[in-house]
């Protein structure tokens, strides 16, 4: 009975000791199989996009692959980063993804982004042209500018205005996604980006048409055909707008908040 008892201990105790050495093994810091597994399969998604893009690919990497040791990885995926820059891994995979689901669906269903970004330039054109065909846009209404209108003038002015700014974000922005799908730069935040970028371009096409348009142009010779321009400009040259609005601040601050040495 006591052999028994004493041969039940050393069991336990050497599965408790084996149970430790597992743990020990488990814990041990390093690069776990998910992260080489993923590294394998974004150099192999690099790969198929350079060869079939044609873009011109590092030798080296042929031997870092044969390897297959983590050094030898991370320098191929580096190196293939570098040949297929612009584009990034996550990039290539969302166009890869958006190709892949997009089989069978019709031409505007394929890009998302780019459907709703000519859905909102549609929107933006009918609004110009029936804010165009009014009699309350004109010059004179326009000169009055927005503190001295009110009513359905004051409306149909900053509409007019609106939408030629998100006309002008809207050139800017689609431009900018055919550039970025013909490189295989596309990835998933920029449909949240783009959203900011048209309101943006809406807000800084007013400030330029509306109250930077007198410091600009003369005052006399603010017109609708100058107004429109100046609209246009700001809606596609946001961001330089928000880059002059920030600078302008900057330098305010400067006067009244000395710079810490």
């Known amino acids: 009975m006591a052999n028994t008892d004493s041969n039940t201990i050393s069991k336990a105790r050497s599965t408790v000791k084996e149970t430790e050495v597992l743990k020990t093994k488990n814990s041990n810091p390093g690069i776990s199989k998910t992260i080489i597994d993923e590294l394998s399969y974004e150099i192999n998604s690099m790969l198929s996009f350079a060869i079939y893009n ?11 692959i044969q390897n297959s040791s983590v050094d030898d990885l991370i ?5 293939l980063c570098k040949n297929v820059a612009p584009a990034t891994p996550k990039s290539i995979q969302y166009t890869k993804k958006l190709y892949q689901d997009s089989k069978g669906k019709s031409v505007l269903s394929k890009l998302p982004l780019v459907r709703n970004l000519i859905i909102l330039a549609l929107l933006f054109l009918t609004i110009y042209i029936v804010t165009g065909l009014s009699t309350e846009v ?3 209404s326009l000169d009055k500018g927005i503190m001295n209108n009110n009513g359905l003038p004051l ?7 609106a939408s030629i700014s998100g006309l002008g974000v809207l050139f800017y922005l689609l431009k900018n996604v055919s550039r970025s799908i013909r490189k295989g730069m596309l990835v998933p935040e920029e449909s949240i980006e783009y959203m900011a970028q048209i309101v943006l371009g809406i807000i800084a096409g007013l400030i330029l048409s509306e109250i930077l348009s007198v ?14 321009i ?6 596609f040259s ?6 002059i609005l920030q600078g302008v601040i900057d330098r ?4 009244f908040i000395p710079v810490n040495t």
């Not at 946001?238 to 880059?243: E, G, H, N, R, V």
């Not at 305010?252 to 006067?255: E, F, H, L, P, Q």
């Open 230 to 235: 100046l609209a246009l400009i700001g809606g």
């Open 75 to 79: 320098n191929a995926h580096n190196l």
């Open 138 to 140: 004109n010059n004179d």
């Open 54 to 64: 044609g873009i011109t690919i590092n030798t080296e990497i042929n031997t870092l």
């Open 252 to 255: 305010i601050k400067s006067i």
């Open 215 to 228: 410091y600009i142009t003369n005052p006399n010779n603010v017109n609708l055909f100058n107004k429109s």
């Open 155 to 161: 409306l149909l002015n900053i509409g007019y205005l």
């Open 238 to 243: 946001s961001d330089a707008i928000f880059t």
